[in-house]
C-alpha cells in the first residue's frame, strides 16, 4: 500500500461518514424544520442541502477535465428553497449531490493526485481540491447537525459518544 492510495481510502471513508452523521441528524427532523431558518442572513437545512449538492454536481461532474464550476451552475439559486417542498425532494438533492461526487473519488487513484485541475479557473491539485471540498463539506455537516440539535433540543438522539460516558 502506498501513502497515495491509503489517502483515498481514508478521505473516501471520511466523507462517508459526515455523510451519514448528516443524514442521522436530518432523520430527526421533520419536514418543517428542514425548511426553518434562524433569521434572513441563515440557511436552512434544506438551502444547504442544496448549495451541497450543486456544489457537488459542478465540481465532480467530469472534474478532470472541466472546470469545477460549470457554466450552468446556478450558485446563488441554490440559497433559496424555490420549489422544494418535502423531505423527499430534500433527500432525492442530497442523494444526487453524493452520488456524483462518491463516484468520482472512487474513479480517483493516487496518479491523479498531483495532477491539475482548474475550480473557478485557479490551478489546484486533485489532491488540494478534496482538501478543499474536505473543509467545505464538513462546515455545512456541522451546520447541519447543529441546526438541528437547536431544533430537537432535549429530544435530540447524539450522533457520537454520549456525554459522561
Not at 51 to 79: I, Q
Amino acid at each position: 500500500m502506498t501513502i497515495g492510495t491509503e489517502y483515498l481510502k481514508t478521505v473516501t471513508q471520511e466523507f462517508k461518514e459526515a455523510k451519514v452523521a448528516a443524514e442521522r441528524a436530518m432523520d430527526q427532523l421533520t419536514e418543517s424544520e428542514l425548511f426553518w431558518f434562524p433569521n434572513e442572513e441563515s440557511n436552512s437545512v434544506a438551502v444547504i442541502v442544496k448549495h451541497m449538492s450543486g456544489n457537488m454536481v459542478s465540481r465532480w461532474t467530469d472534474f478532470l477535465t472541466t472546470d469545477g464550476e460549470k457554466p450552468n451552475r446556478d450558485r446563488d439559486g441554490e440559497f433559496v428553497v424555490g420549489d422544494i417542498q418535502t423531505k423527499e425532494q430534500v433527500m432525492e438533492i442530497w442523494e444526487h449531490g453524493w452520488e456524483i461526487f462518491l463516484a468520482a473519488l472512487e474513479d480517483i487513484n493516487e496518479d491523479h493526485l498531483l495532477k491539475t485541475i482548474t475550480i473557478r479557473n485557479e490551478p489546484h491539485t486533485v489532491l488540494g481540491a478534496i482538501e478543499r471540498q474536505m473543509y467545505h463539506y464538513s462546515n455545512h455537516v456541522g451546520q447541519i447537525i447543529y441546526i438541528a440539535k437547536i431544533l430537537k433540543s432535549n429530544d435530540w438522539k447524539t450522533l457520537t459518544i454520549p456525554r459522561k460516558k
